[in-house]
Structures are given as C-alpha cells and as structure tokens.
C-alpha cells in the first residue's frame, strides 16, 4: 500500500518562496502520475502541478505556471514542489497524491489513488 507523507510547509512572506517534499513508500507500480493539489477552507481541493514518474512531462495549473516546478527524484522515493513568489492567494494546506498503473497526468482530484494528510502553507502579505 503506497504512503504520502508531506513536509516543507509553513508561514513565508509574499515574494517569498519554500519547497514542498513529499516522501512516497510502499509503491508497487513502475509507471505512475504525482500531483500536488492544494485546499483552503472554504473551497475544494484544486489541482496544483503533476508530473509522470519519468520527470519528463510536467503540467501547471494556470495559476502558478511560472512561479512553481514540480520534480520527482526516483532514488530517493520523492517529489517536490518549488514555489516562488509565493502570493497571499497561495495560502492553503497542500497534498501529494499518486496516480498508479499505466497513468497519465490529470488535473482531476478522483483520478489519484494515494493521498498524503498534508502539509500547510501561509503567505502573509
């Protein structure tokens, strides 16, 4: 059974930038998807970045395309999430997740199968 642990979160100013990991045990499968989403209270969860298990392909939510880059480092059993000129509107609780078997990249929440519990990001202004 695969396990997502996130980490990296906290409190950064705005312009500042923090990099999310998230640590991956158990997987079972050599081709899969990772994505972050992210959640704030009073919406759903929102498609962040994803990235195939190759770090070949990537993909950005509109929203922080430019200022984010997702990778996945193999050896080590984990991605990250470098976010830079962090803005006010970054502010959420952010989640790994994985998408296994033969998989593509996808920005839609159902399509994952692992989740992580995590992580929380505050950008004051």
């Known amino acids: 059974q695969v396990q997502l642990v996130e980490s990296g979160g906290g409190l950064v100013q705005a312009g500042g930038s923090l990099r999310l990991s998230c640590a991956a045990s158990?997987?079972?499968?050599?081709?899969?998807?990772m994505a972050w989403f992210r959640q704030t209270p009073g919406n759903e969860r929102e498609f962040v970045a994803s990235?195939?298990?190759?770090?070949?392909?990537?993909y950005y939510a509109d929203s922080v395309t430019g200022r984010f880059a997702i990778s996945i480092d193999n050896a080590k059993n984990m991605i990250y999430l470098e976010m830079n000129s962090l803005k006010p509107e970054d502010t959420a609780v952010y989640y790994c997740?994985?998408?296994?078997?033969?998989?593509?990249?996808?920005?839609?929440?159902?399509?994952?199968?692992?989740w992580g519990q995590g992580t929380r990001v505050t950008v004051s202004s």
């Open positions: 997740a994985q998408r296994e078997g033969i998989a593509t990249m996808s920005t839609d929440r159902g399509a994952y199968d692992y």
């Open positions: 158990g997987r079972t499968f050599s081709f899969f998807a």
């Open positions: 990235i195939l298990w190759n770090g070949v392909y990537a």
